[in-house]
């Protein structure tokens, strides 16, 4: 029932957060100095008839705060509006998200897998050799540029011919077996998988070892070991167990990043992803679209804390009864 | 002792690094040399295609060597893709090329001497303002129907005189407030009359046709609904076209996939009918690093180069399995235009600077900066060698381009006797003054992020601080430019490009005529329209009028001959110079006839593949 409380003051809390957000970015997008239309300006053979036209159909005739109050009365009515091209923001999300939540949740999925453990290694083989290296390699992540990674890889691809030179789907794609289907798909997925995958995983990687040696460091941990229990029961029922919270706010972030795209890196490899779609609509000044997106950014973001929030209560009983008593 | 091992093994290894990087830079081979003359003069291109009948139906053969058939050209597109596939709402080249690809007009451009000649039409009789359009008997649109007049006046009629989507053939058709009419004689003939003899409307006629069985249902739902019908998420199997090709499938920001229209009328000279391959793809590419990356790795066919690409893959066409044409220069003027306003904005203050004014209206200040530009210095180290330098106001492959228009070289002696003659000096520090003795300074503006541009901005400072004037080159952001050129009003000078086109120099009013949109050098605001005309200005609107006006190419080409002289000689743009198309495509695609004004595969149905030659 607490719990259920907390969640609604949680999302009430939430609303004037997100009218505040859509109103700076609305502003902002709206008074840089980009023209949605400079483009048609600038074409001798459009005429003065037409930009009146598309002016009064992008409503830029009316004042920002008029145009605020039209986009806002239409998201809460769920409807995100048209793009300046004129197509469905919403038809034109759907069409990106799946590609984007299949990057993000590989990547999501392989840097736990493999930065969990490494971390624990790490940590328990403090400072020995293993531990030396594991530290220089995840510097090395977390030093290369995404977008420089990025490049070299498609280079090696080029000049290697092993990997296909970006996109997500060969051009036969319609007509391949499913097998063949699932082949191209990895294909073409392994190098941006790579490159996001090397800079997670050096972040995780580090976070989960100082967050386990912190614990094996605590006095009861210590007296865990002194009182003789074994070596295995101390680590992976009693550090591990506290090690984990700060590694749970992570997951909630890590939910929040999941639609958000990694613009970047999608950019170098023209992966179909979100990211890329808004990196050309902020370009463009498409507002419905930029504020869809950072709408849908912000929400995720609330509703990741929400979710880390939860689960924190769920797992950590000593959040459970400062609650309480509280 | 065994630290400075270390030390040294690392400064060893890190100077071996550099060293191979500066090897590397150096390029081994001499930079070959780019063909100066384009290639496109050599081609021998095959007859025109004719009207062949069989079983009473006019097919159109063409008159190429005979192919084979099958196989895919993958070509590539920058940018986010087509916006739409609706022929009547592309506002963009992307989202037209890929309607051109599907739906054919009645006329188009003759790919050698740019005629138009009939496509969906046999034939087309011009009597005064009547063109009389006979349209051929038989043929189908890809879903079986025949194409007939119904179609023809449906998309006039309804879609464009109606004002659905992108209205810019319409209102460019209106004369004296009306438009041309079109009336069907019988089911195979269509009669357009316009106002008043109007030379531009021809061109016209190489607009798409729709199939009124399919937009009718369409435009009867409004002009909104229009927008958004046949938008890049309907279904590709509703697509009834009358192209070589139909769509297939679009993959957002991936690629358009299309395949062969099985109902096509061009027929090779063995009576099969065309196109020969099976498919055409288009990847949706961000930039053209990835495009370049994309030919290199053997994923497209066929890539337009520029800059240092040229001499790279230049390098390696003789042992690749590409080649590179030259197609000459392109349809893009790169210029410098000074601000000759001399009004007051809406607070009563002068758009531009009195003392300003005097020197940019001063025709000898013009001149002088003209004489001073280094043409060629840029056209070598901005374009790599890949422009002509330019003087006219038509581009260099327009068919009306003005010849007797002659280039010059750069002549300083002749500026600086050009400005003493007008009365401006040089003080003691080699500052030119005016003869109120205004130091001669300015700024002048370019959009930020067009590197062409920046360069070209940097030179011109240069050349023109050669005669003592002090240029403060401020590149600034594309829209703030914009803003600049249309609305404010407040610039000196601005480097910009535009586009044109090789075969219509009408198109070119919103520029020239006094009144015109983009009338850059003299723009007049909304408010005052009718205020004084400069001499030349007003004998330009004169030719622009009557050039329209003109039915026959050589009557026209007097008028836009004259226009170019003025231009040339008035100086309201300082042209810079056209950057020339290269392109590469891979050697086993046979029935390729690059030309400098449709291109190089305007002629897709003709295009095959060989895969045993080399």
Known sequence: ?326 | MKKWVYVILVLVFFALFLRSCVHKDNPVAESPEIRPKSDVESIVFPPSQKTFTINGINYLQSQAPVGKFGGELRASTIGEGPKTFNPFNSKDNISSLMSDVMYDGLLTTDAEIGAPIPKLAKSITINGNDYIVDIRRGIKWSDGKEITADDVVFTWQNIIFGGYGNTSTRDSLVIDGKLPSVKKIDKYTVKFTTVKPFAPFIRMLSTPIAPKHIFEPAVKKGKDYFYTFLSTNTDPKTFVTSGAFKLKEYVPAQRVVFERNPNYYIINKNNKKLPYLDRLVYFIVGDLNNEVLKFEGGEIDVIGLQGANVARFKERESHSDYKIYNLGPNTGTMFLTMNLNDRKNKDGKFYVDPIKQRWFRDINFRLACDYAMDRKNMVLNIANGLGAPLFTAESLNSIFLNENLQPYERNLEKSKELLKNAGYFWDKKGHLRDKYNNHVEFDLYTNAGNTEREAIGVMVKQDLEDLGMKVNFKPVEFNTLVNKLVNTLDWDMVIMGLTGSPLEPNGGKNVWMSDGTLHMFNQRSEDDKLSKRLDWEKEIDEMYTKGALATSFDERKKYYDEYQRIAYEQKPFIYIYSPIIIMAIRTKFKNIFPSALTGMTYNLEEIYINKEAK
Request: glycine share 6%.
């Open chain 1, 1 to 326: 029932m607490q719990v259920l409380i907390y969640i609604l003051k949680r999302i009430l809390q939430a609303i004037p957060l997100l009218v505040i957000v859509s109103l700076i970015s609305f502003f902002i997008i709206r008074l840089s100095p980009v023209d949605p239309l400079a483009e048609l300006k600038l074409n001798p053979s459009v005429s003065k008839e037409t930009l009146q036209k598309e002016t009064e159909r992008l409503g830029l005739d009316k004042p920002i705060i008029v145009q605020y109050g039209k986009w806002a009365k239409s998201f809460l009515q769920g409807n995100l509006g048209i793009t300046s091209n004129g197509e469905q923001v919403s038809t034109k999300l759907k069409e990106r998200i799946p590609n984007t939540l299949l990057l993000a949740v590989i990547v999501i999925f392989l840097t736990w897998l493999v930065g969990m453990p490494l971390g624990v290694l790490a940590a328990l083989k403090w400072k020995s050799p293993l531990d030396r290296i594991l530290t220089v390699l995840t510097s090395i992540g977390m030093a290369i540029p995404s977008f420089f990674f990025a490049v070299l890889l498609l280079i090696f691809a080029v000049k290697t011919g092993w990997f296909p030179v970006g996109g997500l789907t060969s051009s036969n794609f319609a007509e391949m077996s499913l097998s063949a289907k699932v082949w191209d798909l990895a294909h073409h997925l392994f190098l941006p998988v790579l490159v996001l995958f090397t800079i997670s995983l050096a972040g995780l990687q580090r976070q989960m070892r100082a967050n386990l040696l912190d614990v094996l460091d605590s006095d009861y941990v210590k007296f865990a070991k002194a009182k003789g229990l074994s070596n295995f029961k101390v680590i992976y029922k009693h550090a591990l167990r506290n090690a984990i919270n700060p590694m749970i706010t992570l997951l909630g972030f890590e939910f929040a990043g999941l639609l958000s795209g990694a613009a970047l890196t999608e950019y170098v490899f023209q992966y179909p992803g979100l990211g890329r779609l808004i990196l050309e609509a902020v370009l463009r000044s498409d507002i419905n679209l930029v504020m869809a997106s950072l709408m849908m950014g912000a929400i995720m973001l609330i509703a990741g804390n929400l979710i880390a929030d939860i689960l924190l209560i769920l797992t950590d009983p000593r959040i459970r009864v400062k609650r309480g008593a509280a």
